[in-house]
């Protein structure tokens, strides 16, 4: 079901993770397809961490590993940690192992470059596998992503856009991200490029982040909350939670 909230963005809610997950499946097939037959490819920034991982395993599965035509979308990260590819926290390799693996027709998949000589180098490498990759037709040189797939934290940072960092004014689309509290490097997709896409699909589950989700969705944009930051200028925002995220919101479950 769709709950109302304060604002006009869709709210979906789920009534268990595999509902969430399976919805949030449909919507991916569906953007890409259409984006293939608009312009001949699709190009999705993914998300990380441990959410995603079993829609990914949904996506590399029937019917969409057939129906999705794989072999003309490009793939990328919405942020990364600052580890080798082959280590288990790596964005990339979890990508590769519950997506790609399973699929008969790989498609392009450009992960962030965690073999350069530092952050910020990395940072700029990857900006300029986006502008190669990612047509802009803004007239503005910022690349235009045909869907961005983010998560949450429970203190309402998406990608590593984390709560008061300078990464929240970053102009280049992609920067090196020292996250205090957890004393480590990260890349990220940054503001000017998540608001320049044209889906933007938030997918989040659990009790724990129920009390963000209703902050986020409605006290407004808020840099204490960089989720609440990501609104397409020119583009589509949904979020898909399951109803223990949603329990807060205005006419949602347990409400």
């Known amino acids: 079901m769709t709950v109302p909230v304060p604002n006009p963005v869709p709210v979906v809610v789920g009534v268990g993770i595999d509902d969430v997950m399976e919805r949030a499946a449909e919507r991916i097939a569906a953007v890409l397809t259409e984006a293939v037959a608009a312009r001949g490819v699709a190009t999705m ?13 949904l996506l590399a599965g029937p019917p969409y590993a057939l129906s999705i035509p794989w072999d003309r979308v490009r793939l990328f990260l919405g942020d990364e940690r600052w580890v080798p590819v082959d280590h288990p926290d790596s964005n990339a390799r979890m990508v590769r192992e519950a997506l790609l693996a399973g699929l008969l027709e790989a498609p392009a998949f ?4 965690t073999d350069a000589e530092d952050p910020e180098q990395a940072a700029r490498r990857y900006h300029e596998c986006l502008v190669r990759e990612v047509p802009s037709d803004a007239g503005n040189g910022v690349p235009r992503l045909d869907l961005v797939l983010l998560g949450m934290g429970d203190d309402g940072h998406t990608a590593s856009l984390f709560p008061g960092t300078p990464v929240l004014d970053a102009s280049e689309p992609v920067a090196a991200v020292f996250v205090p509290r957890l004393d480590s490097w990260r890349l990220s997709l940054t503001l000017p490029l998540l608001n320049a896409a044209r889906h933007v699909l938030f997918l ?25 930051l990501v609104r397409p200028a020119d583009g589509e925002l949904e979020w898909h939670v399951d109803r223990e995220a949603a329990a807060l919101l205005a006419g949602g479950p347990g409400v």
Do not use: C, I
């Not at 920034?45 to 395993?57: I, V």
């Not at 724990?208 to 944009?221: M, N």
């Open 110 to 113: 450009f992960p962030m470059p």
């Open 204 to 228: 989040v589950t659990g009790a724990d982040k129920a009390a963000t989700l209703a902050r986020v969705l409605g006290d407004g944009p808020r840099r204490t909350l960089p989720a609440s």
């Open 45 to 57: 920034a993914l998300a990380g961490g441990n959410t995603p991982r079993r829609l990914y395993r």
